[in-house]
């Protein structure tokens, strides 16, 4: 577990890559600690915190071994669920262990004592944010992703591919004065927005060359439409080179006088031992994650008033209409429908408040998935109290 990494061939589980030096070290601290301290929970920890202090880089590696079943699972149900996409495994398994530091540096002891269980779960929600995200710039144009970006990443964007700081300012200047006058007359929110004229260029370099002084530090030549219009072209593909990093293997072994050893592991997507004890303890995890939550809404439903509990059980245990709703409590129909919206409403905020004290960003989209499976849980609660009474 802690010294193993998964090797990927033509998009499928290939075997299990052991490297010698960790594997070494897990069996040196195997051998010196007592049989009480050999438990996967122990070592994960244990490794964590070492990997905390800062001063051992192997902890991270057998953290990063450690985490690799999370992340292939993770990939195997994203790759499942998006199958339409440009994407195979491969490329959703280095997405995800490529947030490992992310996952790591999130993580709070505190609040979640199980590492693997927490990875699977913040490691699913990174994905889906990233493929959101990779969605959204792929379908918008130059001219759109270049209104999108802010200056802050815009500059990140421009150094990170390489330029000087006098070529920074010359490019981040372009498309200041390109938002300038192209943004202003174009409607919002269409990512598909066109391409610039060529009397458009020429305004824009106008700006830059009337503006360059002034904004420039450095004496800088005047600059015609074409050579502005290339400028941003180039900009626009550094800025999506750096929120989209093309996907490289973080498992690659560097060569050295051991030769990696190959043991002949079962595959994870398999039906052996090894899987099938990872896939219970999984499904373990998401059953108690699942009644945690159930808790969590039950607390707040409970927590309601009275008028609102009576309201939110008329309308999902009886399927009463809010006319009807509004007759046999005697109140006005707006009432009842901000009694329904105000009482999903604080059960949603209780689940949000869980999630995030849990370290689990929660998104929109999360929001809206959240909304969904209250609505289901309200529906399946009532319900059960009725097949009960």
């Given at each position: 577990m802690f010294s193993t990494f998964v090797q990927l061939e033509r998009g499928r589980f290939s075997k299990w890559l052991t490297d010698p030096?960790?594997?070494?070290?897990?069996?040196?601290?195997?051998?010196?600690?007592?049989?009480?301290?050999?438990?996967?929970?122990?070592?994960?920890?244990?490794?964590?915190?070492?990997?905390?202090?800062?001063?051992?880089?192997?902890?991270?590696?057998?953290?990063?071994?450690?985490?690799?079943?999370?992340?292939?699972?993770?990939?195997?149900?994203?790759?499942?669920?998006?199958?339409?996409s440009q994407y195979i495994l491969a490329d959703y398994f280095q997405m995800a262990i490529a947030e490992v530091e992310t996952i790591l540096k999130d993580f709070n002891l505190e609040?979640?004592?199980?590492?693997?269980?927490?990875?699977?779960?913040?490691?699913?929600?990174?994905?889906?944010?990233?493929?959101?995200?990779?969605?959204?710039?792929?379908?918008?144009?130059?001219?759109?992703?270049?209104?999108?970006?802010?200056?802050?990443?815009?500059s990140e964007a421009l150094s990170e591919a390489g330029l000087s700081q006098s070529a920074i300012a010359q490019y981040r200047l372009a498309w200041t004065c390109f938002n300038e006058l192209y943004i202003q007359k174009q409607l919002g929110g269409n990512s598909q927005l066109p391409e610039p004229n060529r009397q458009l260029w020429e305004a824009i370099a106008n700006l830059y060359n009337h503006q360059r002084q002034s904004q420039i530090?450095?004496?800088?030549?005047?600059?015609?439409?074409?050579?502005?219009?290339?400028?941003?072209?180039?900009t626009a593909l550094y800025v999506r080179a750096y929120l989209f990093p093309p996907v490289k293997s973080l498992n690659a072994f560097e060569q050295n006088d051991d030769t990696t050893v190959t043991f002949d592991l079962p595959d994870p997507s398999s039906e052996e031992p090894m899987a099938n004890m990872i896939?219970?303890?999984?499904?373990?995890?998401?059953?108690n994650q699942i009644s945690q939550m159930s808790n969590v809404m039950l607390k707040a439903l409970h927590n309601m008033d009275v008028k609102s509990q009576e309201v939110l059980?008329?309308?999902?245990?009886?399927?009463?209409?809010?006319?009807?709703?509004m007759q046999q409590l005697?109140?006005?129909?707006?009432?009842?429908?901000?009694?329904?919206?105000?009482?999903?409403?604080?059960?949603?905020?209780?689940?949000?408040?869980?999630?995030?004290?849990?370290?689990?960003?929660?998104?929109?989209?999360?929001?809206?998935?959240?909304?969904?499976a209250l609505e289901e849980w309200l529906r399946n609660q009532y319900r059960e109290y009725n097949i009960n009474l």
């Open positions: 030096k960790l594997y070494r070290n897990i069996q040196n601290h195997l051998e010196r600690s007592s049989s009480a301290l050999k438990s996967e929970k122990f070592w994960a920890l244990y490794w964590y915190k070492q990997w905390r202090s800062g001063f051992d880089n192997l902890g991270r590696m057998h953290l990063l071994a450690y985490l690799q079943e999370p992340c292939y699972w993770v990939a195997s149900k994203t790759f499942a669920k998006f199958n339409f609040k979640s004592s199980s590492l693997k269980a927490y990875a699977m779960m913040a490691i699913s929600s990174r994905l889906r944010d990233i493929l959101r995200q990779r969605r959204e710039a792929d379908i918008c144009t130059n001219w759109a992703l270049l209104r999108k970006v802010s200056k802050k990443l815009l530090t450095q004496p800088t030549e005047q600059r015609n439409a074409e050579t502005i219009e290339q400028w941003l072209t180039q896939a219970e303890e999984d499904g373990q995890n998401r059953q059980k008329l309308y999902y245990e009886q399927g009463l209409t809010q006319q009807q709703i005697q109140m006005s129909q707006p009432t009842v429908s901000r009694k329904l919206v105000k009482g999903r409403e604080s059960i949603l905020a209780a689940l949000i408040k869980w999630s995030q004290d849990l370290n689990i960003s929660v998104n929109s989209n999360q929001i809206k998935d959240m909304s969904f």
